[in-house]
């Protein structure tokens, strides 16, 4: 069974850097676009950022120039990095990807369990 494991969330300052990883693990024959998205409180869930195999990017306007996606497609593994975080990003982190577990299966969408950014002084 394919899951993907976030790792990096925790407690960081304003103007501080932090960088969250997630790794597919399991039955993974192919990966193709991976990314985060964020649920604040109240608020529904949103992308961040998203990267291709081929690594074309994407961002949302409220992180563009202060968050970078990265991937390492030896690993199965995407990373964000942070940095100048303000307060307004706190927010439960989610990484996602379209996987495909064989060879002859499609692709599926897997979500991550989540892991907690809060950003405070």
């Known amino acids: 069974q394919v899951q993907l494991v976030e790792s990096g969330g925790g407690l960081v300052q304003p103007g501080g850097s932090l960088r969250l990883s997630c790794a597919a693990s399991g039955s993974v024959f192919r990966v193709n676009n991976m990314g985060w998205y964020r649920q604040a409180p109240g608020k529904e869930r949103e992308l961040v950022a998203r990267i291709t195999s081929g690594g074309n990017t994407n961002y949302a306007d409220s992180v563009k120039g202060r968050f970078t996606i990265s991937r390492d497609n030896a690993k199965n593994t995407v990373y964000l990095q942070m940095s100048n975080p303000k307060p307004e990003d706190t927010a439960v982190y989610y990484c996602?990807?379209?996987?495909?577990?064989?060879?002859?299966?499609?692709?599926?969408?897997?979500w991550g369990q989540g892991t907690l950014v809060t950003v405070s002084s």
């Open positions: 996602n990807a379209d996987i495909q577990e064989s060879v002859l299966s499609t692709y599926r969408q897997i």
